[in-house]
């Protein structure tokens, strides 16, 4: 039995020993690794106390080779959750989502990361001719980053409706197609568009000299209008 204690021991001692620092957990994890290049990794608790008017916070998830990995927890110092995010390559990456200190629902983003060993994008090649149409794809670099990418929601966290959405293409916005809609339509304050019903038609105006024609004639069976043809 001591044998195996000494084992245990000596294994436990080596596994520590690859460390420059960590620290032990309540559960017994190890935590907060530092390895002997001075790098983070795996499991990390991060503590931030109040500052300057700032509210402090907790967030804990994985690091792998000094930058956040996968899925990030912020928590109040209170305990309360207030982010998850995702993180790919060391920056955020898909969907991240905010509460406030009442946990309720404020807003949801959408990030892109840029691979810093593979920094190029695909993009869309449009026709010079008509910019709507697409005849081919092409690869830029990019700055590896986080890009605002896709769609973000803001809401009312008491009413939990959407006040606002916004559409992002590699931190640029969406450009929106062009609506002939009338200036005065109602604004749907989720998207910013005018708002139009399905029986609506866009009516085109008449010029003044149709309708002039039109108020001359009018009950008139038989009208003779010139043609510009020629011949019998």
């Given at each position: 039995?001591?044998?195996?204690?000494?084992?245990i021991l000596l294994i436990s001692v080596s596994a520590q020993a690859q460390w420059k620092n960590y620290i032990i957990g309540a559960k017994g994890d190890t935590l907060n690794?530092?390895?002997?290049?001075?790098?983070?990794?795996?499991?990390w608790v991060v503590h931030i106390d109040d500052l300057r008017g700032e509210r402090g916070y907790e967030e804990e998830g994985i690091f792998w080779n000094d930058k956040k990995e996968g899925t990030w927890r912020r928590f109040s110092l209170e305990g309360?959750?207030?982010?998850?995010?995702?993180y790919r390559y060391g920056y955020k990456d898909g969907k991240n989502t905010y509460f406030n200190y009442q946990g309720e629902l404020m807003r949801e983003e959408s990030w892109r990361a840029i691979d810093p060993k593979n920094p190029y994008d695909t993009v869309n090649v449009y026709d010079l001719q008509d910019p709507t149409k697409v005849v081919g794809r092409k690869a830029i670099k990019v700055e590896p980053n986080?890009?605002?990418n896709g769609t973000?929601?803001?809401?009312d966290p008491q009413m939990g409706t959407i006040e606002k959405t916004e559409e992002w293409v590699m931190d640029k916005p969406k450009e929106k197609p062009k609506v002939v809609e009338d200036?005065?339509?109602?604004?749907?304050?989720?998207?910013?568009?005018?708002?139009?019903?399905?029986?609506?038609?866009k009516v085109m105006s008449k010029p003044q000299a149709v309708l002039d024609f039109e108020k001359k004639n009018a009950g008139k069976k038989k009208i003779k209008v010139r043609t510009g043809s020629t011949g019998g």
């Open positions: 039995m001591r044998y195996l204690f000494i084992l690794r530092i390895d002997m290049k001075g790098q983070k990794q795996g499991p309360d959750l207030i982010a998850i995010e995702n986080s890009y605002k973000w929601r803001f809401y200036d005065m339509a109602p604004i749907d304050p989720a998207t910013g568009e005018a708002t139009v019903k399905k029986d609506e038609k």
